[in-house]
Structure formats: structure tokens, C-alpha cells
Nanobody, 124 residues
Framework: QVQLVESGGGLVQPGDSLRLSCTAS????????MGWFRQAPGKEREFVAA????????YYADSVKGRFTVSTDNPSNTVFLQMNSLKPEDTAVYYC?????????????????WGQGTQVTISS
């Protein structure tokens, strides 16, 4: 069993940046692909990004491409989501997940484990 704990959410203004962290409880998390999702009120959960612990096979949804960047700190079993040029429509609860990523037929992430989520609010 792997536990994922997110942190770093908060209230910021449009155009600001935030960095989310997700730390896993077990080293076995490195056997999985990692993903970031978000869910805004009244909307379905959106697949935002996927990546591996080796830094290859990175995927970003069109809605965040060029603004969001994923990274990892392997010794601490921690992954990050750097979010720049934030917009009000980025407001959501952000979740990290560990599982399997597939690009075909459409980019999809099959999560084995989920974090509890962290709230990100973009408002002036």
C-alpha cells in the first residue's frame, strides 16, 4: 500500500505561481507512473499531467501545457507540480496519483493510489 500526501495549495492571484508537492510513503512508488489531476466544483476530474520517475514520457493536458511543469525528487519519493501564470479557471482541488499511464488510444491514467487532494484557488 502506498500513501500519497499533497501539500502546497492555497489562494493566489491570477498570474501568480504555486508549487504543489506530493510525497509517497513507500519507495515502491517508483515502480509506478505518476500523475496529477484536478477537479473543479461541479466538474469531472481532469487529467492534468503524467510522468515517470526517470523524467521521460511526460504528458501535459493542453489546458496547462507551457504553464505547468512536473518534476521529481527521487530520494524523498516526492513529485512536484510547478504552476505558473495561474488563471481563475485553474481553481480546483489537485490530486496526485500513482498508477499506469498510456498514450494510446488517448492519453489515459489508470490510478492505483490517490492522494487526499489540496485546494488551489486563483482569485483577485
Amino acid at each position: 500500500q502506498v500513501q500519497l500526501v499533497e501539500s502546497g495549495g492555497g489562494l493566489v492571484q491570477p498570474g501568480d505561481s504555486l508549487r504543489l508537492s506530493c510525497t509517497a510513503s513507500r519507495r515502491t512508488v517508483t515502480f509506478y507512473n505518476m500523475g496529477w489531476f484536478r477537479q473543479a466544483p461541479g466538474k469531472e476530474r481532469e487529467f492534468v499531467a503524467a510522468f515517470t520517475w526517470t523524467g521521460d514520457n511526460t504528458y501535459y493536458a493542453d489546458s496547462v501545457k507551457g504553464r505547468f511543469t512536473v518534476s521529481t525528487d527521487n530520494p524523498s519519493n516526492t513529485v512536484f507540480l510547478q504552476m505558473n501564470s495561474l488563471k481563475p479557471e485553474d481553481t480546483a482541488v489537485y490530486y496526485c496519483a500513482a498508477g499506469r499511464f498510456s498514450r494510446s488510444p488517448t492519453p489515459s491514467f489508470f490510478a492505483n493510489y490517490w492522494g487526499q487532494g489540496t485546494q488551489v484557488t486563483i482569485s483577485s
